[in-house]
Nanobody, 125 residues
Framework: VQLQASGGGLVQTGGSLRLSCVASGRTISRAAMGWFRQAPGKERELVAVIGRSSSAYYSDSVKGRFTISRDNEKRTVYLQMNSLKPEDTAVYFC????????????????????WGQGTLVTVSS
């Protein structure tokens, strides 16, 4: 499975971006899909997860501002990011967990078997 994230860029505080992650080589319908991010000098952290049932989990830092969604037909996962803050600046990665139970939204990064190159989001103050 190859995951390709796109949609990053430079935006001002309060702005919006929509990230996309396209999977090739395998359908995503049987995978929980997660967005993670890594800021300079910091560890990778979970942003949002969407389970196979489309149930969603959000980290406290993005809850109410970000929305994760999926289109299995297009093998694509989205992350709509609104009200962006400078602290959202990071490289964003999408990851896939094909061992997830239908209703689960796995939050441990060790559960994810596949991840892509990432896309850079920069929020200016």
């Amino acid at each position: 499975v190859q995951l390709q994230a796109s949609g990053g860029g430079l935006v001002q505080t309060g702005g919006s971006l929509r990230l996309s992650c396209v999977a090739s080589g395998r359908t995503i319908s049987r995978a929980a899909m997660g967005w993670f991010r890594q800021a300079p000098g910091k560890e990778r952290e979970l942003v949002a997860v969407i389970g196979r049932s489309s149930s969603a989990y959000y980290s406290d830092s993005v809850k109410g501002r970000f929305t994760i969604s999926r289109d299995n037909e297009k093998r694509t996962v989205y992350l709509q990011m609104n009200s962006l803050k400078p602290e959202d600046t990071a490289v964003y990665f999408c990851e896939a967990d094909y061992n997830a139970i239908y209703s689960n939204t796995p939050q441990d990064p060790d559960y994810y078997e596949y991840w892509g190159q990432g896309t850079l989001v920069t929020v200016s103050s």
